[in-house]
T-cell receptor, first 114, second 112 residues
Framework: QKEVEQNSGPLSVPEGAIASLNCTYS??????FFWYRQYSGKSPELIMF????GDKEDGRFTAQLNKASQYVSLLIRDSQPSDSATYLC??????????????FGKGTTLSVSS | NAGVTQTPKFQVLKTGQSMTLQCAQD?????MYWYRQDPGMGLRLIYY???????DKGEVPNGYNVSRLNKREFSLRLESAAPSQTSVYFC???????????FGQGTRLTVV
């Protein structure tokens, strides 16, 4: 069974701090990695994707990928109360010969206090 | 641009009843997915369709069947609903492998 692991949290940070979210995955053949944000009662929405080792920055968000360690992380700088949500790590895996599919971790709940 | 549309948004079933959840996307995407989300469990893949005409089991397929009716539509059927299938169901699609998935608004299903 191909797996994606995340700490469920909750992760609590004060407003303006850096929030660090981590994810590990088991399928060494995975090629694409995604971070989704989900507010309570809503659908997941994409924040970042990363395909290559290293860092990728988009505004206050930075995704980091280390394929050798099978590790993906998301940093949120200058955290705001509106960032309070569940963050889902997703990895493209090949469950069988038919094709690839996105597998999600259980999500990390982030709470930013003002 | 509607994106991914799921129907119904809410449903209550009695144990043993059957129903079909509908999903349609208007983005000409090749791949479509069904997930269920339970508290503290993240999104778990039920079935997926890598392309029109193909379907395959995901992580939790037991108790479900799917049909990829055409490129746009991917339905999920519960033949004999059980309380353990109470969940929020999400349909998603992406244009081809290794790309981001776009989600529907979800169907909240309660089996009593």
């Amino acid at each position: 069974q191909k797996e994606v692991e995340q700490n469920s949290g909750p992760l609590s940070v004060p407003e303006g701090a850096i929030a660090s979210l981590n994810c590990t995955y088991s399928d060494r053949g995975s090629q694409s990695f995604f971070w989704y944000r989900q507010y309570s009662g809503k659908s997941p929405e994409l924040i970042m994707f990363i395909y290559s080792n290293g860092d990728k920055e988009d505004g206050r968000f930075t995704a980091q990928l280390n394929k050798a360690s099978q590790y993906v992380s998301l940093l949120i700088r200058d955290s705001q109360p509106s960032d309070s949500a569940t963050y889902l790590c997703a990895v493209n895996v090949r469950p069988n010969q038919a094709g690839t599919a996105l597998i999600f971790g259980k999500g990390t709940t982030l709470s930013v206090s003002s | 641009n509607a994106g991914v549309t799921q129907t119904p948004k809410f449903q209550v079933l009695k144990t043993g009843q059957s129903m079909t959840l509908q999903c349609a996307q208007d983005m000409n995407h090749n791949s479509m997915y069904w997930y269920r989300q339970d508290p503290g469990m993240g999104l778990r893949l039920i079935y997926y369709s890598a392309s029109e005409g193909t379907t395959d089991k995901g992580e939790v397929p037991n108790g479900y069947n799917v049909s990829r009716l055409n490129k746009r539509e991917f339905s999920l059927r519960l033949e004999s609903a059980a309380p353990s299938q109470t969940s929020v169901y999400f349909c998603a699609s992406n244009p081809y492998r290794n790309t981001e998935a776009f989600f529907g608004q979800g169907t909240r299903l309660t089996v009593v």
